[in-house]
């Protein structure tokens, strides 16, 4: 299965027959999550993650009609400091056990 990824993916066209190169990091991605080791990608993990933050966001406007007070603000800043510790352990995750950034 890995050698047909690498044939397929080592190099990518576009429509103006630019030779755009793939790296190893993105062929190994695909590897994996063409083996099912991988559900998701970490990239689309992360965006999932910001669409979720701002429907959370969105929600506790709408729940106090648009008005930012002290506890709003501190709710928003909390929500940012577990978004960075939760990234930053993600990256962390993948130095250390897969050998490569996410």
């Not at 648009?66 to 506890?71: A, E, G, P, V």
């Not at 250390?96 to 996410?102: P, V």
């Amino acid at each position: 299965m890995i050698s047909i990824v690498q044939n397929v993916c080592t190099e990518q066209y576009l429509d103006l027959k630019v030779h755009v190169p793939i790296s190893n990091h993105v062929l190994s991605l695909q590897v994996d999550f063409a083996d099912g080791t991988m559900v998701i990608t970490p990239h689309a993990k992360f965006g999932f993650i910001l669409l979720l933050i701002l429907l959370i966001a969105l929600v506790i406007f709408i729940a106090v009609r648009f008005r930012l007070n002290k506890w709003i603000g501190i709710s928003f800043v909390l929500i940012y400091v577990l978004f960075l510790v939760y990234a930053f352990t993600q990256e962390l995750f993948c130095v250390r056990s897969l050998g490569m950034y996410c």
